[in-house]
């Protein structure tokens, strides 16, 4: 049986732009990290729980964060910065290469961004987003901020 895995190669990160009311793709990312879900779980284990093991329940999900790594461009770099100052949750999309072109879109805010600035290398962004609400993975790009 071959092989369905896929390259990195040609995946796309955009966001919202509201006032084009359109996608914006964001240039030059070397990689992305997340999202990355978890789960609170509650333990209501009690003095006559059975079985000698604790009891458990689910709390809380969480849609993590997203983590990029981009070469610095003026333009990308002047994006992820606004949307750090401010207090508005945007919409981002991730484009996988696959053959559905599947996407990941959520809302998050900018938690971090910062520069890497070394002697012999290119000048790199990393940028934090934190997720807010849930990821919504779709096949084919651009289903509009606010899904």
Do not use: C, H
Request: proline letters at 3%; a negative charge; aromatic letters at 8%.
């Amino acid at each position: 049986m071959a092989s369905k895995a896929i390259s990195g190669v040609g995946t796309k990160f955009r966001r919202w732009n509201k006032t084009l009311a359109a996608w914006v793709a964001l240039a030059e990312i070397n990689s992305i990290q997340g999202p990355g879900k978890s789960r609170d779980s509650i333990d209501v284990t009690s003095l006559d729980s059975t079985g000698g093991y604790r009891e458990k329940i689910t709390g809380f999900r969480d849609a993590g964060q997203m983590t990029l790594t981009m070469n610095f461009t003026r333009d990308s770099y002047d994006i992820m910065d606004d949307d750090f100052e401010t207090d508005e949750a945007q919409f981002y999309e991730i484009i996988l290469p696959d053959p559905e072109n599947s996407t990941i879109e959520f809302e998050g805010y900018v938690s971090e961004i910062g520069l890497g600035i070394p002697t012999d290398d290119k000048i790199t962004v990393d940028v934090t987003i934190e997720i807010t609400g849930r990821t919504v993975t779709n096949s084919g790009s651009g289903s509009g901020a606010g899904w």
